[in-house]
């Protein structure tokens, strides 16, 4: 599932393309991915609106158009890329253990489900073949639009991310601490991969219970969790399967994790075989000698 680096990877990949640029036509081939409005409705209301801002909140991608918002939650597999016929399509690309495809410029196939095109020819697709994305258009400053800003909490690349309300909201909590930082109310836009770095670089088992943590070692943490996020955005973000950004370029940050996806390989710091684990129903690597 893409993260804050890949979304914000994203994001940055589109600010050449989208701002100032008026949608002329919408195509809605699959409804699963539209939450609101309905296909007819989201395809008359966007249509002639102008993209002004591109912005990101945790996960979920906010364009703010001449009169409405498209917020964009891209789920496990979804991808948006710009298409410009300038350009020479490419062929999918399949990866051998997931089977999931991804393309640097693809035109539209049975996976891309919404396309918004341009007067000059150019589009952009939102592709996705697990179809866990979630589209909405909702107007501006409307009730719709700060319910869904509500579900996302403190992003921890920006100003809001602060000291104090992570470490009670871990104290307070008797869940195990990948758990705590996997709550998109307490640190927007972090999963599984940035989480296990994360506990990684704090020296925390994923299992440890939070209100069984110390406030110095959940200050470390609270440190790390942006400090490993802006590493992925330095690289791109990570690329295991399905994740591109607009221009279908993949990230470059699996070639340098130290934990995620790891388990049975050597330890970066002392050498020992990082072990396995399932916590919050995720896949958690971890070294039993470097994380306490």
Known sequence: ?????????????????????????????????????????????????????????GKLLIFRLSQQVLLVHLGMTGQLTFRDPARQDQPFQRHPHTGLQRSVQHPVDAHTHISLHFEDGCALHYRDIRKFGKI??????????????????????????????????????????????LDQQIAAGVGNIYADEALFVAGIRPTTRGHRLSKARLERLFEAIPQVLQKGLENGGTSFSDYVNADGQQGQNQESLLAYGRYGQPCVRCGNLLLRDTVAQRTSSWCGHCQR
């Not at 100003?159 to 990948?178: L, M, T």
């Open 1 to 57: 599932m893409p993260e804050l680096p890949e979304v914000e990877s994203l994001r940055r990949s589109l600010l050449p393309y989208l701002p100032q640029r008026v949608v002329h036509r919408v195509e809605v081939r699959h409804p699963k991915v539209l939450v609101h409005p309905a296909p007819e409705v989201f395809a008359q209301n966007l249509s002639g609106q102008q993209f002004q801002e591109l912005d990101r909140r």
């Open 136 to 181: 909405r258009l909702v107007p501006r400053d409307s009730p719709q639009y700060f319910q869904q800003l509500a579900r996302v909490g403190a992003d921890p690349l920006s100003p809001d991310w602060s000291c104090q309300p992570f470490v009670s909201a871990a104290k307070n909590s008797h869940r195990p601490i990948k758990a705590i930082i």
